[in-house]
């Protein structure tokens, strides 16, 4: 019976020297015929040795192949979201007044932008009080001085001998007073005075002198507030309307005015204001394009080469493992259909009611597949920047929709909303929903047959149908039988990045479950092989016993015959 011991390699049992083939009988070499005998048995070996070494080789492949490909879904989920494909830029008029930088969830369009006044922070000089030298001692009494900082009391204490250096480093070193007011001193060329700052521009970022008695000749009017703490004040696109009403900031840094925008203030403007513009950047988007057919042709490159596609079939001499496999086959297909087909949830576009998308695509933004056999680029993608410019111009933001939908729905009935979907639940793609009213009440709803739940005047989409999560409201409940069409759109980017996480999957993934196929297929092999040695060790065994009982019986009557020789000699000598 042929054994079978996964992962184990087989050790000869023949023991060395059990036998002793000496080839005296007729001259004949037993252990070359031996050897000779077995090597002829042993082509079934060979040929379970080459089909191991090619499912590993095989194996190695898939595994290649499988961290590719999810490799590759990582990176298409980078950017498989509009705010995530698109890219703006944006311009401003003006000498510098306002600059502009652009963050997540900017959008097109154009404002104009008048600012009133810069925020500020509130300044105190020592204007009453001058002193020659910063080593000049002001403060004669061991005493305190209180400051009042965004209606915080900050005391510090002072000693007898403290100079006006000493002040304004205590100040800059006391932690009540850091982020809120910082000392230094400040110069006309023959005095020096004693100037504090607060650390925030706003209007409640004020400084107060609560008690300064502590500093010798100090009087009410020894510190003029040089410059008061105040908002910025601006308006965007004539907003407030009132003149004198202003939308106020405590920092010249405003990021909360006009979605993914942050203003920087860095002057007042006329009446006019200034005007910014954000745009499109089509440049950026034919680089994420590029990026991504760059990324796709080399995961195509690679399912084509690892199953031969390019091997020259006349060449004998190619030693290079391929897989000769339909599930390759069917990997390539389900990619190339992906990248050829309409978008799912796209209608074409019909020019004469306007209705439907204007690039459903790839080959609708001049991105094609190079169908010349024994080119250098066969099977790939390839880009026809005339095209691509062309549709970007046309409408950037429906060529980014083909690339990076995600969810977006419709429904082409006036009495139905989409309220939401749910990212990654809800499946993209068109779908029928009907559904009955009677007295009022929605009585019964379906989604591609499939029922739907009903809450009131909302229908949503339950787990037994590719739409789950799809939620509805019918604003008309006139009693009758309706019908619509729902579509929820999702970009070529998503669709490849859901369908490279599809054929990987662990558990039900196309590349996984034939790379297991091999992995079975080498255990099986590695069995064989070890059964194969096993019978080929007892086979040799039985030769060597075989030719030493031969070799044994022939030396006998070589000798006999020797001594029979031996004797006739004798017989005739006498």
Do not use: H
Request: hydrophobic share 35%; charged share 25%; with cysteine.
């Amino acid at each position: 019976m042929a054994m079978s011991i996964s992962g184990s390699s087989y050790s000869s049992s023949t023991t060395s020297g059990g036998f002793t083939i000496n080839g005296l009988g007729d001259g004949t070499d037993w252990t070359d015929l031996i050897e000779a005998c077995v090597e002829a048995e042993s082509y079934d070996l060979e040929q379970y040795e080459a089909d191991l070494e090619e499912a590993e080789t095989i194996c190695d492949l898939l595994e290649a192949l499988d961290e590719e490909l999810v490799d590759l879904a990582g990176t298409l989920q980078g950017y498989d979201e509009m705010d995530e494909f698109l890219s703006y830029s944006v311009s401003t008029t003006g000498e510098g007044e306002v600059a502009a930088s652009l963050e997540d969830g900017a959008e097109e369009g154009n404002y104009n932008l008048v600012v009133n006044q810069l925020a500020k922070k509130d300044i105190w000089i020592s204007e009453g009080l001058s002193y020659s030298s910063t080593d000049d001692e002001i403060i004669s009494a061991n005493s305190s001085i209180t400051l009042t900082y965004a209606g915080e009391d900050i005391k510090l204490d002072v000693t007898a001998g403290t100079t006006l250096q000493d002040l304004v480093d205590q100040i800059n070193s006391d932690p009540d007073c850091d982020d809120k007011i910082s000392a230094s001193v400040i110069s006309d060329g023959s005095n020096y005075y004693l100037k504090l700052t607060g650390e925030d521009t706003g209007a409640d970022n004020s400084i107060v002198l609560t008690d300064m008695a502590a500093i010798d000749g100090y009087a009410a009017g020894s510190f003029s507030n040089t410059q008061a703490a105040q908002n910025a004040q601006l308006k965007v696109d004539g907003f407030p309307s009132d003149a004198n009403t202003w939308i106020e900031r405590s920092s010249n840094s405003v990021d909360d005015v006009i979605d993914g925008m942050t203003l920087t203030l860095n002057a007042t403007t006329d009446s006019d204001g200034v005007n910014i513009g954000v745009s499109y950047d089509t440049d950026s988007m034919v680089e994420t394009i590029e990026e991504f057919v760059s990324q796709v042709n080399q995961v195509l490159y690679d399912l084509l080469d690892v199953t031969g596609a390019f091997a020259d079939v006349d060449d004998e001499d190619d030693e290079n493992v391929y897989i000769k496999n339909a599930t390759m086959d069917l990997v390539y297909s389900s990619v190339k259909s992906a990248l050829t087909s309409a978008g799912l949830g796209f209608l074409y576009y019909d020019s004469d009611t306007g209705e439907g998308d204007l690039f459903t695509s790839l080959s609708s933004v001049g991105i094609t597949t190079d169908s010349t056999e024994g080119s250098s680029t066969y099977g790939q993608l390839e880009i026809d920047y005339d095209e691509l410019e062309e549709a970007l111009a046309e409408d950037p933001e429906a060529v980014a929709l083909l690339f990076a939908a995600s969810g977006e729905a419709k429904t082409d009935s006036s009495d139905m909303r989409v309220i939401s979907t749910i990212s990654g639940l809800t499946g993209a793609g068109e779908f029928d929903v009907e559904y009955t009213i009677s007295g009022g009440t929605i009585t019964s709803a379906t989604i591609d047959g499939v029922d739907m739940y009903i809450d009131g005047n909302t229908l949503l989409a339950g787990s037994d149908s590719d739409a789950n999560g799809l939620y509805l409201e019918i604003s008309d409940l006139t009693d009758g039988s309706y019908s619509s069409t729902v579509t929820i759109k999702q970009g070529k980017i998503g669709q490849l990045a859901d369908l490279c996480s599809s054929l990987t999957d662990v558990s039900t993934g196309s590349i996984p479950l034939l790379a297991a196929s091999y992995e079975d297929l080498t255990t099986k092999l590695e069995n064989e092989i070890y059964n194969e040695e096993a019978r080929l060790d007892s086979y040799q065994t039985s030769l060597e016993r075989k030719y030493s009982a031969l070799d044994t019986m022939l030396s006998y009557y070589s000798n006999l015959e020797t001594q029979l020789e031996t004797t006739t000699a004798s017989l005739s000598t006498d």
